[in-house]
């Protein structure tokens, strides 16, 4: 276990006054028993730069059953590598996983980066009877591309300037009719611990969807090279026709199980992240995934379609 899989673990066993064992930073296995989902409010400290979108997306699923709201308080890394930027979670995530039928609201206090964290994220989230079933098939045209570059602490505001342009230029290349906005910030230094910067993009389309790329920046790494990665990032995830990115593939799977119903979304290729999202939760769920390549007409696409008959999970304190 590293430290933000553990706080993650003790998140969920003080929401249901759950019981860990094994808990430890190393160890190689838990028992963990469950008990009543209460809410409330609960504090989970990675106390390094975990990712708190990590701790946010264990937590979810349980908090949306609890019997009463809940207010969570998660510390730690708010744009961390190998996990989603908290600008991802609150542009991409959030307005995509309410069309489940639920809503939630997330305060950034503080940002904090790689590697000392130091950045607080406050959720609150009342719970529901049940989830609503998505269907996400179909596409449409992309209207506008949006997104932020952002520099924090030490860095200058040209970095994100650079970042900003870069993403854009790369972007024409592409997308030649559109207006393009990536905004360059920096972040207030009362509202940021230490140093970082980074970029998000967002695609939105006429259906309603969301898709995006994003990058980190680091010492060393040219801030050109920064914004045209995440913008390498987005037109990748808009060449396969689907209406989830990459990185929001997985996130989903969790509420297809427990939703009401089936499921449906139009994805491009399936991610291990998401091969493994579906095996657990058909494990813990009983629900049915299926997975079918897309039949356009467009040959070169390689889109699939997510299907799920969910279990239909219904909150017994509503």
Do not use: W
């Not at 929401?15 to 028993?33: M, P, R």
């Not at 989603?84 to 542009?91: G, K, L, R, S, W």
């Not at 030490?154 to 905004?183: F, G, H, T, W």
């Amino acid at each position: 276990l590293r430290p933000q899989h553990l706080s993650g673990l003790e998140i969920v066993r003080d929401l249901c006054d759950g019981k860990l064992n094994g808990g430890e930073i190393g160890s190689t296995e838990i028992t963990f028993t469950p008990g009543k989902i209460k809410g409330g409010t609960h504090i989970a400290d990675t106390k390094t730069a975990g990712s708190v979108c990590l701790l946010m997306q264990v937590a979810m699923p349980c908090v949306l059953f609890a019997a009463s709201p809940s207010e969570l308080h998660l510390k730690g890394g708010t744009n961390a590598e190998m996990a989603p930027q908290i600008d991802y979670t609150v542009m991409v995530f959030k307005p995509m996983v309410e069309k489940f039928n639920f809503t939630f609201n997330c305060d950034i206090k503080r940002r904090g980066y790689y590697p000392q964290g130091g950045g607080e994220v406050v959720v609150q989230m009342s719970p529901v009877k049940e989830l609503s079933p998505i269907n996400l098939t179909e596409r449409g045209t992309v209207t506008k591309i949006y997104g932020r570059a952002f520099v924090a602490g030490a860095l200058p505001i040209k970095l994100a300037k650079d970042m900003s342009a870069a993403a854009v230029r790369c972007i024409r290349r592409e997308i030649r009719d559109l207006y393009i906005n990536i905004q360059p910030v920096r972040e207030p230094d009362d509202q940021a611990v230490g140093t970082g910067s980074g970029i998000i993009i967002v695609a939105e389309t006429s259906t309603g969807c969301l898709l995006a790329g994003s990058s980190l920046g680091k010492r060393g790494k040219n801030s050109d090279k920064v914004g045209i990665e995440a913008a390498e990032m987005l037109l990748q995830n808009l060449k396969h026709g689907g209406t989830v990115d990459d990185s929001l593939q997985d996130q989903l799977i969790i509420f297809m199980a427990l939703a009401k119903g089936v499921s449906r979304v139009k994805s491009g290729p399936i991610t291990l992240h998401t091969q493994t999202a579906i095996h657990f939760a058909e494990q813990l769920t009983k629900a049915k995934f299926t997975v079918t390549k897309s039949e356009e007409e467009d040959l070169n696409n390689d889109t699939y379609i997510i299907e799920c008959q969910g279990i239909g999970m219904r909150n017994p304190n509503l």
